[in-house]
């Protein structure tokens, strides 16, 4: 590999030094911050113009944004000398500071590779970063932005329908994946509004158009037997004929059946949650009323 010149970008200095292994295509270089050796980077060159990056700042200089601003470097220096089209970096995900360093040179989280590593006699998970030629700068509004959205946290929007018969039973989805019954609805698409999410999963599902005319409950559910928590916005959807369920078009692979549904008859059809939900609501006509786990919380 040819010799490399040295980077510089005010007080610090990122100063080629020798791979730890000649075979591997790899670029090391030590980090001076006022003449001074602070700890070292390093990017590792794969296929298809790819780097993985790595960096360690010795500890008495750690904290004053060293190690942010020497990733910094060395991306520039990748995409403008060395041609990549990607960077990466591969980090515990224990380590927080890592994390930060990452994120503040521009490399958005990606996902995480669940126990490929060992340290000691642990396994451990690592999370992948990566950063994009065309990605914008993180100093810009843009790539700020892209970077909070691969990194804040993000919660199941799930969007279901109450429509009930002269009655007042309530319909129920008879579903293929699962033994309880649920009311109709799913789950809400990206930048698709939860309103707007019912009407397309009742059409999609049950080949029936409904309009919302309210929201009755927003519904905060705890993780149940292998789902993740989750939100449900708890629409009304009117009062309909008994004959919905005759000229209903069924989507089979997720509806076997659709009935209307006494609440003599939810403790054996239905989720806990939305037994709880279902008789809260039977006797409730007041404003749209939050909810935890089927109960009021507030």
């Not at 994946?177 to 789950?187: A, F, I, R, T």
């Not at 999410?197 to 519904?219: I, K, S, T, W, Y």
Request: glycine residues 10%; aromatic residues 6%; contains cysteine.
């Amino acid at each position: 590999m040819p010799d490399q010149p040295a980077i510089a970008d005010g007080d610090l200095v990122l100063r080629p030094c020798g791979p730890d292994d000649p075979a591997q295509e790899q670029l090391r270089f030590v980090c001076e911050w006022d003449g001074r050796p602070v700890g070292s980077v390093g990017v590792e060159l794969r296929d298809h113009h790819v780097g993985v990056l790595s960096c360690a700042v010795d500890e008495p200089y750690r904290g004053r944004g060293l190690a942010s601003r020497a990733v910094r470097m060395l991306v520039r220096f990748g995409f403008d000398e060395l041609g990549l089209e990607r960077v990466e970096a591969h980090v515990n995900p224990l380590n927080r500071a890592a994390l930060r360093v990452a994120q503040r040179s521009g490399l958005r989280r990606e996902g995480v590779m669940r126990g490929n590593t060992t340290l000691g006699d642990q396994r451990h998970d690592t999370v992948v970063l990566g950063r994009l030629r065309d990605d914008p700068d993180p100093g810009t509004r843009e790539g700020f932005i892209g970077i909070l959205n691969a990194t804040l946290p993000t919660k199941r929007a799930i969007a279901q329908g109450v429509l009930r018969n002269d009655a007042g039973q309530v319909l129920l989805c008879e579903l293929t994946y699962k033994g309880e019954w649920d009311l109709p609805g799913g789950v809400v698409d990206p930048m698709e509004s939860p309103s707007e999410c019912v009407v397309r999963e009742v059409r999609e599902e049950l080949g029936v158009e409904v309009r919302p005319q309210g929201l009755l409950a927003v519904n905060w559910l705890p993780p149940w037997r292998g789902w993740t928590d989750a939100t449900v916005f708890v629409f009304d959807l009117g009062v309909v004929a008994d004959d919905l369920v005759a000229r209903a078009a069924l989507q089979p692979r997720e509806i076997r059946a659709v009935h209307w549904v006494g609440e003599e008859e939810l403790e054996e059809r239905v989720a806990p949650y939305n037994q709880r939900l279902l008789a809260f609501l039977s006797s409730y006509a007041g404003p749209t009323a939050y909810l935890e786990d089927g109960l009021p919380a507030l």
